[in-house]
C-alpha cells in the first residue's frame, strides 16, 4: 500500500493499566475524530487480550490496534492478537529477521496487517528500507516516553524516513496539536497520539483540537503535553508542583524537616550553596554579593544554633533578584519576612543571632535538609517543602514532572464525574499479592 492512498489518521494510543479508563477515553475521543484506536502494551499486559476483544466488540467500526510489541514467536502471537480482533499488529523493528516474516505471514493468515515500531532500532532509515523489503504494511518512527523525557524529538526521524520508503509511515512520540501538523507536512500517514489524548481533561475536545491542526496543516498553540529543553526548565519547575517533581524522582530529593516560612510563595533557582557553623552568619550573608538574579541560596548551618538569617539578609536578597533561601539552621525575624514575601525556608525560628566568625566556604558540596546539594543544582520550594534536583537529570524530571501534573489532571476530571481515587485507580485491584 502507498502512503499516498490514504488520508492521514489519528490513532489514540491507550497506554492504561485499567481498562475501564481506557474505555472512558476511547468513548470520548472517538467524537472527536480518531479514527483508529491502540490497545497500547501496558493495557494489554495488565488486561490481557481481552482489551482488545472488549475494545473491537464496542467499537466495530474503527480500525483497532494490538501492541504487542513482539520481538520473538511473531507467528504466534500476531495470531493470538487477530484472533482476538486486531485489523493491525504492532511487533518491533529490533526483531530478527525471520520474526518479522513469520508475522507477516500469520497476519495473511488471519486477516491483520503488521505495523513494525522502529523503537530502540540505532539506524531507522536502513532498518525501514530492510522492513518494506520483508513485505510490512506500516512503519511507525516512534521516539518512546522514556526517550521524550529526555528531549529526543521524532519529526527529525521522520523526515528522513518516509523519503526512502513508500508503505505508509506513523510518527509517535510526544505529539500534540502543535506537532500533529508539523508530522503531516513531514509526510506522516498516521499520526499516533498519546497524552495530548489520554490525559486530557476532555479527551474529545483534544482530538478534536489536534485533527483540525492535522486537517489544517497550522500547528494549534498549547501549554500541555509537550517536551521541554534545558531553556525551559525554569518554566516548568515554577507550574508543576514539589509533590508532582517527589513522584517523577520516585519519592525522592526531599528535604527533610525543612519547613516553608513564608506561606504561598515558591523558590525556583540553581543554588548558591554555603556552609556556616551552627549560628555563624558571615558565610551565609557574603554569598548575597556572590548571587546571580534567580539564585536559590542553600545554607547548611549543621541544623543547631543561633540565627543565621534574617530580616536584613532577606532585604539584601530582593535588592538582588535572589529567588530564595533554604537553611539546614535558624532564622529569625519571620513577622518582617513573610511581610515582604520573600520565601524562605528554614529548619529553626530563634530570635537570637549567631556571630559573624566567617567560619566556613561558599559554593561547595554541602547536605541541606539530608540531601546532598551541589551549586548549580535545582531546588524547587514551595508550602509543601523543598526539592533538590541534580542538574545533570534536571531536563528528564522537569518532564517527568509535567507527566505527572498532565495525568492528575484527568483523574481529577473523572473524580469530578461521580467516582472517588480509589475507584479510578482500582486499587484494591493493584495491592500488592503475597503468598
Known sequence: MSRMEETVKLQVALDFTDLHRALKVVEEAVKGGVDWIEVGTPLIKSEGLNAVREIKKRFPGYTVLADMKTVDTGSVEVEMAAKAGADVVIILGVSDDSTVREAIEAGKRYGAKIMVDLLGVEDFVSRSVELEKLGVDYICVHVGIDQQMRGINPIDVLQKVVKVVKVPVAVAGGINSETAALAVEAGASIIIVGGAITKAENAEEAAKTIKKAMETRKPIQTTLYKKYGEEELYKVF??????????????????????????????????????????????????????????????????????????????????????????????????????????????????TAGDPKGFGEINVEIVCGGVKVRPGDWIIADDNGVIVVPKENAVEIANRAKDVFEKEQRIRAEIKQGSTLSQVLKLKKWEKVVG
Not at 247 to 256: I, L
Not at 268 to 294: F, H, M, N, Y
Not at 336 to 345: A, G, H, T
Open 238 to 351: 515554577m507550574e508543576v508542583s514539589t509533590p508532582n517533581i517527589s513522584d517523577a524522582m520516585h519519592r525522592k530529593g526531599e528535604m527533610k524537616d525543612i519547613q516553608p516560612i513564608t506561606q504561598g510563595v515558591k523558590a525556583v533557582g540553581k543554588a548558591l550553596t554555603v556552609r556556616t557553623s551552627p549560628g555563624d552568619w558571615a558565610k551565609p550573608v557574603e554569598s548575597i554579593d556572590l548571587a546571580k538574579p534567580g539564585t536559590v541560596i542553600v545554607i547548611d548551618a549543621g541544623g543547631v544554633g543561633k540565627a543565621v538569617w534574617g530580616e536584613l539578609a532577606s532585604w539584601s536578597c530582593i535588592q538582588k533578584g535572589v529567588a530564595g533561601v533554604v537553611i539546614d539552621g535558624a532564622v529569625r525575624d519571620v513577622d518582617v519576612i513573610r511581610e515582604l514575601k520573600f520565601p524562605v525556608y528554614a529548619k529553626l525560628i530563634n530570635p
